[in-house]
């Protein structure tokens, strides 16, 4: 049977290598599957956490898990800017759904809609 410290310094190669994975996720911009590659380290990092009583650090063990927490910052401050990028996007092309359909009207003739018939714009064509 694997010490807690062996079973520890696997889990947290694994965790190095979501991390890795999710950096070269990132640069790919797939967002979707960088949730599901956190959903599954979630399991990992807890019985990581559950290990981390029953042994004592050393200053290797200690120094890949400050680097790994380190990266996975990084990747996470990415995934924020980029989320509020989007949600900004998002809120302009509502803004101008929103115009757009204020403005539809002026376009209509009556009778006709924008589908269905033609405007007024495509009569003085």
Same mark, same amino acid.
């Given at each position: $049977?694997?010490?807690?410290?062996?079973?520890?310094?696997?889990?947290?190669?694994?965790?190095?290598?979501?991390?890795?994975?999710?950096?070269? =996720?990132?640069?790919?911009?797939?967002?979707?599957?960088?949730?599901?590659?956190?959903?599954?380290a979630?399991?990992?990092?807890?019985?990581?956490?559950?290990?981390?009583?029953?042994?004592?650090?050393?200053?290797?063990?200690?120094?890949?898990l400050?680097?790994? =927490?380190?990266?996975?910052?990084?990747?996470?401050?990415?995934?924020?800017?980029?989320?509020?990028?989007?949600?900004?996007?998002?809120?302009?092309?509502?803004?101008?759904?929103?115009r =757009?359909?204020? $403005?539809?009207?002026?376009?209509?003739?009556?009778?006709?809609?924008?589908?269905?018939?033609?405007?007024?714009?495509?009569?003085?064509?």
């Amino acid at each position: $049977m694997a010490t807690p410290l062996a079973t520890a310094c696997r889990l947290l190669s694994t965790l190095e290598e979501f991390v890795s994975q999710e950096e070269i =996720l990132l640069r790919d911009q797939a967002y979707t599957e960088i949730v599901h590659l956190r959903e599954h380290a979630v399991p990992v990092v807890e019985r990581l956490c559950e290990l981390s009583q029953e042994f004592t650090v050393d200053s290797v063990f200690r120094l890949r898990l400050e680097d790994l =927490l380190h990266r996975s910052g990084e990747n996470f401050r990415l995934l924020t800017s980029e989320l509020a990028r989007r949600h900004e996007e998002l809120l302009r092309v509502s803004e101008a759904l929103g115009r =757009l359909r204020r $403005m539809a009207p002026a376009y209509k003739t009556p009778g006709n809609s924008l589908a269905g018939g033609s405007s007024r714009l495509n009569a003085a064509a």
